[in-house]
């Protein structure tokens, strides 16, 4: 069964830092495009970081460009978001997805889902 779960969130002052993980599993996450999204409360869905199978191509927002950066481990079945400078605006639920046209169709791309990460930036 296809897996992925989260964790790394939690409670961070503006202007700190966060690394945030994703276990894979029950599929080869190496054929895959990768991404971490988010949902702040009464918002869809966003994409923030994507990155494809080969890690040749990457897609951010632009209101995460040059804070966040996305990687993977496929020989550990990994994803991470490493995320600087963070402000209140980006507080909410993260969430890691894996499928084929991630990178293409964003949200849309996406065949598997974690469960999500609770991400609060507050003073």
């Known amino acids: 069964q296809e897996q992925l779960v989260e964790s790394g969130g939690g409670l961070v002052q503006p202007g700190g830092s966060l690394r945030l993980s994703c276990a894979t599993s029950?599929?080869?996450?190496?054929?895959?495009?990768l991404g971490w999204f988010r949902q702040a409360p009464g918002k869809e869905r966003e994409a923030v970081a994507c990155?494809?199978?080969?890690?040749?191509?990457?897609y951010y927002s632009e209101s995460v460009k040059g804070r966040f950066t996305i990687t993977r481990d496929n020989a550990k079945s990994m994803i991470y978001l490493e995320m600087n400078s963070l402000k209140p605006e980006d507080t909410a639920v993260y969430y890691c997805?894996?499928?084929?046209?991630?990178?293409?169709?964003?949200?849309?791309?996406?065949?598997?889902w974690g469960q999500g990460t609770q991400v609060t930036v507050s003073s």
């Open positions: 997805g894996a499928g084929p046209g991630v990178l293409t169709w964003l949200n849309r791309g996406v065949l598997y």
């Open positions: 029950g599929f080869n996450m190496g054929y895959y495009d």
């Open positions: 990155i494809s199978s080969n890690e040749r191509n990457t």
